[in-house]
């Protein structure tokens, strides 16, 4: 059904809506379809991946010592 | 004094509840720290003060202490919103940008940074660590750079989101996904800026 196909910018611009699963049942399968033929969404779908675990892994940044000492002398003086 | 039925004053429950309020927040420091950092440029300390303030008033009212992790934290996003509020100097940008359909993906396939790669992403996502990731993420509008920090860095789900930050649901799905492509686009001309990608392509 040609009603089915969309093109690129409309896949893309959904895909990360799709990898939460936060898309309708019918644009889930939309981008499916789209997926199927278009080599490049898929490359984009697996970067939209990598980005997403990246994100999540990010190294959360450390603490100063000093900056540390002070909040816990702060949090003694309450 | 007044007496407690159990045997213990008022001054003795005060006394027990303040040491388990600073034990609890001893221990959520770094997390906190580490929050505050990634949503505001300055005052990342102020903010995690305030936070200890607020939350130490309102310690009886936490429930489950093996919460008072996310608690704290969403203390210091409702802060950080009503800072936002009053300074009102991040507004929402309305219609269709042309960030909103740029894609990193596509640029990386296109300008080839590292000719030689067989891994593409992997490399120039590499070239990025803590301080880097900050630095783009301080780029985006505050509007922008809370959801993205809160959902894809915290974990939260969208719909907490939207209650920390008193918006609809709606607003958080739709800034999110300028935030994300946002973010694309300042990670490209970021790694431009900073010479990343020359470095990227010299290991």
Redesign the interface.
């Known amino acids: 059904m040609t009603g089915n196909i969309i093109p690129c910018f409309e896949a893309v611009r959904q895909l990360w809506e799709y990898l939460d699963n936060a898309i309708s049942p019918e644009d889930q399968q939309k981008v499916e379809k789209h997926l199927a033929f278009c080599r490049t969404c898929c490359g984009e779908l697996e970067f939209a991946k990598e980005l997403r675990s990246f994100l999540a892994s990010g190294s959360a940044e450390e603490i100063p010592a000093h900056v540390k000492d002070r909040l816990e002398r702060f949090v003694e003086g309450l | 004094m007044e007496v407690r039925p159990g045997g213990m004053s008022e001054h003795a429950l005060q006394d027990r509840t303040?040491e388990a309020?600073?034990q609890l927040?001893?221990a959520e420091?770094?997390?906190l720290?580490?929050l505050a950092?990634?949503l505001v440029r300055d005052g990342a300390?102020d903010l995690?003060?305030e936070t200890?303030?607020r939350g130490?008033r309102s310690f009886t009212t936490l429930k489950d202490q093996d919460a008072a992790g996310p608690w704290l934290k969403s203390i210091l996003v409702n802060l950080f919103r009503d800072d936002l509020r009053k300074r009102a100097r991040s507004v929402e940008e309305f219609g269709v940008d042309k960030v909103?359909?740029f894609?990193?993906?596509?640029t990386?396939?296109t300008e080839d940074p590292f000719p030689y790669s067989d891994t593409l992403?992997?490399d120039f996502?590499g070239t990025?660590g803590?301080?880097e990731?900050?630095e783009v993420l301080l780029r985006l509008p505050e509007i922008y750079r809370a959801p993205?920090v809160l959902h894809?860095?915290e974990?939260w789900a969208?719909k907490e989101i939207a209650r920390m930050l008193d918006v609809p649901l709606g607003t958080v799905?739709a800034r999110?996904?300028r935030a994300?492509k946002r973010f694309?686009s300042e990670m490209w001309a970021y790694a431009n800026d900073a010479g990343l990608l020359a470095k990227g392509a010299a290991r």
């Open positions: 303040k309020f600073q927040a001893v420091l770094p997390a720290y580490s950092r990634r300390e995690v003060q200890l303030l130490y909103d359909d894609s990193l993906y596509r990386l396939i992403h992997d996502l990025f803590t301080h990731v900050r993205l894809y860095m974990g969208t799905l999110l996904h994300r694309e």
